[in-house]
């Protein structure tokens, strides 16, 4: 059973960095696209970035202070995010599929998410 667990979420000051993790179970990681989306309160789930099964990434979300990055040998994906300010408060989520997307409804199996706060 194909399995998106996400972590690495919390609270955290305006400027500071946050490293978000995707780990997969029950297939490989590399086989796939590998997207991150967003959802703050009251807005529509924006992707943010995606990894495709060849390695390439997609910022959708056109900032420069996220990255995403793929460890094979963990099965894990993940999304560094730098200079974060309180406009990125949103649960964050992974979600794999066979190609990249900036649309939510590409992409077939999803994680629980994880909340990001960015406060002082």
């Known amino acids: 059973q194909l399995q998106l667990v996400e972590s690495g979420g919390g609270l955290v000051q305006p400027g500071g960095s946050l490293r978000l993790s995707c780990a997969a179970s029950?297939?490989?990681?590399?086989?796939?696209?590998i997207g991150w989306f967003r959802q703050a309160p009251g807005k529509e789930r924006e992707g943010v970035l995606c990894?495709?099964?060849?390695?390439?990434s997609t910022n959708y979300a056109g900032s420069v202070r996220f990255t995403i990055s793929r460890d094979n040998a963990k099965n894990t994906v993940y999304l560094q995010m730098n200079s974060l300010t309180p406009e990125d408060t949103a649960i964050y989520y992974c979600a794999a599929d066979y190609y990249c997307s900036p649309r939510a409804s590409d992409f077939g199996s999803w994680g629980q998410g994880t909340q990001v706060t960015v406060s002082s």
């Open positions: 990894i495709s099964s060849s390695g390439r």
């Open positions: 029950g297939f490989t990681l590399d086989y796939y696209g």
